[in-house]
């Protein structure tokens, strides 16, 4: 599979530094959070494609067959398609350290890739992803680090839903943070600033 497989927008770093993978949320674009992330890891290569799935004219990574229903077999296709455009890119820019960030429908690509393809992805930030089936236990001993951000009344991602993915994150023995905010399927600031935490040993702007 080739880097450019994905539509998508990139800002190359130095040779050698990180790579931040940015995945948009249903309906979202390249643009989404390509500013953010670019922000967020000012040496870093940035990365942000387009899914490749249309949904009544919506971008999404796959199909989903209702809400909080997925197809299962093309999340299946779309992750290794993705596993496969993340790699191509780490090597076309010499990166370091992989690392990506996700909302919502990128959240759940992102999330389905650490735990199908563990050592890819060395830290993922998962803000309000839904993982809605019990993903298999892990084989090998490759770690990664997880910030997953939340809200404690988000009528689309369940928190007892987002207790189960961080619990299967932590009996994987990665290392887990969880971060609430009392709203819903919205960003919040303290959201922004535990992000911010997050990335501060990669070269983030703490």
């Known amino acids: 599979m080739s880097y450019d497989s994905y539509l998508h927008r990139v800002r190359p770093g130095a040779p050698g530094s990180p790579i931040l993978f940015v995945f948009h949320g249903t309906g979202g674009d390249e643009n989404q959070f390509f500013d953010f992330g670019s922000r967020l890891l000012p040496g870093a290569t940035v990365v942000s494609p387009r899914g490749d799935v249309s949904e009544h004219g919506a971008a999404r990574f796959f199909r989903r067959k209702a809400e909080g229903v997925y197809d ?29 960030l ?26 309000h992803p839904l993982i809605p089936f019990q993903p298999a236990e892990r084989k090998v001993a ?33 290392a887990v943070t969880l971060e609430w905010h009392t709203g819903g399927h919205e960003i919040r600031p303290n959201e922004i600033e535990a992000i911010k935490t997050f990335l501060a040993p990669y070269g983030g702007q703490a």
């Open 102 to 127: 996700g909302f919502s429908n990128g959240a759940n690509i992102l999330a389905n890739i650490m735990i199908e393809k563990p050592g890819l992805i060395e830290a993922g930030v998962l803000m």
């Open 72 to 100: 299962c077999d093309d999340l299946a296709r779309a992750t290794e398609r993705m596993g496969e455009f993340i790699a191509a890119n780490r090597e076309r820019y010499e990166s370091s350290t992989v690392l990506g």
């Open 142 to 174: 490759e770690k990664a680090h997880v910030l997953i951000t939340a809200g404690e009344r988000d009528p689309i991602c369940p928190v007892p839903m987002t207790l189960e993915l961080a619990d299967y994150f932590k009996r994987q023995g990665n």
